[in-house]
DNA sequence: GAGATTATGTCAGTCGCTGCCACTTGACCA
DNA sequence: TGGTCAAGTGGCAGCGACTGACATAATCTC
């Protein structure tokens, strides 16, 4: 049972510093001796836990390097579930991201630091295995948008307007972040620029009025 | 060394038939079983091989669950690649997965029954791992669609348009397959319908005329 | 502080996958 | 035609990811 939040005990304390610490130590040794050369005991060795225990905080290795990924991606969708129904979808979806990335460096940085991140988005390009996980889990996402967008516009589920929508607009994303990590190297107001510029060029091609 | 194509010799044909007999065991064994209640060790042993000839065959249990999807985009890719120049890059896209559907039925029979295939399909989609996996592939495959668009058209390697269009486009795919082995039960006809009724409600909509 | 919960460690075992080496089989040529 | 070379195959040993079962230790609750 869960009281309706109280001040988290010392129990709960101590298993958000051992789920940061494991988060710490495997990007840490990832970003060392890179994925595949890194075992889970290694990871488990590093957070002074037993391996068994590191699988009882994630189910899997992928699921410890895509952690903070996983982290921003649920601000996003937070954000866009805040979002007035009156925007029209694409505009909600811009200014989602770029809400959601307000205060989102000192976010990461609670857990691990940011170039380490940095590193890690590099890392999870260049890894097959992690760039497949990290792909369904953008899929995921973009169900859970499509949906939203459907419901937001009174539309039925079989409208495919909205999932080609986020098919471009998730299209940008990859894209942006990938520069963000290969080419500016983490710096958040070149992130915000190249977005920005970026989804001007699906805004005028996609602004078809749903509703008229 | 290679001559250029000779007729293949009966070791050729040997490997081609040692290949469609563990994909046809192990689709058949994916569908009964479920693909994680199926192990290599059974594959191999249904196809009359040692477990170590199938990793010769393929790097992994992945590869064999999406080696016949995988010949479809191969066939779409090299569609695409024949298409003349004058072609508007949505409508050389469009134009070439119709024409690799040509057919398409007649060379997935070669290897397996089309039902089932239509069922390994389904699995993919419920199967994380696979789902995955599946996705990374497209990804690669819309890193060339898009760096081919761009060739044809001129752009630099930059200009986000080219993947714009392509991811919207490959939202379109996606959709559209799904319905096609879900709901259309593996009909060809329908998932052309389906296809060109999806495309149309994004060729208006991009199709912005990048040479003007 | 006793007793119920929950987190952790240990251990044994399965499965995917790889390197290594020995053996067989099809290809090619003198 | 027979012999040599290259390529395909099997068996085995071993690593690493992951899981279930059980015992132990740490918090929580009253």
Do not use: C
Request: glycine letters at 6%.
């Amino acid at each position: 049972m869960q009281a309706i939040e109280g001040p988290p005990g010392l129990r709960e304390r101590k298993k958000r510093r051992t789920r940061d610490a494991l988060i710490r130590s495997a990007l840490e040794l990832f970003s060392l001796k890179g994925y595949e050369g890194t075992t889970v005991d290694e990871i488990a060795a590093a957070a002074d836990v037993s391996q068994r225990t590191f699988f009882r905080y994630f189910t899997n290795k992928e699921e410890v390097a895509l952690s903070v990924q996983d982290m921003a991606e649920s601000r996003f969708l937070a954000a866009v579930l805040e979002r007035p129904a009156a925007e029209s979808p694409l505009t909600a979806l811009r200014t989602a991201v770029l809400a959601s990335w307000d205060g989102i460096e000192e976010a990461i940085e609670a857990v691990v630091p940011l170039e380490l991140h940095v590193r890690t988005y590099r890392m999870i390009q260049e890894t097959p295995q992690l760039l497949a996980a990290h792909l369904r889990r953008q899929a995921e996402l973009e169900d859970r948008l499509a949906a939203e967008i459907a419901r937001r516009e009174g539309l039925p589920a079989q409208d495919p307007r909205p999932r080609i929508l986020v098919a471009a607009f998730s299209g940008v994303m990859r894209e942006t972040s990938k520069l963000w990590a290969d080419v500016a190297g983490g710096d958040m107001a070149e992130l915000r620029g190249t977005t920005a510029a970026y989804l001007d060029q699906i805004g005028p091609a996609l602004a078809e009025n749903w509703r008229s």
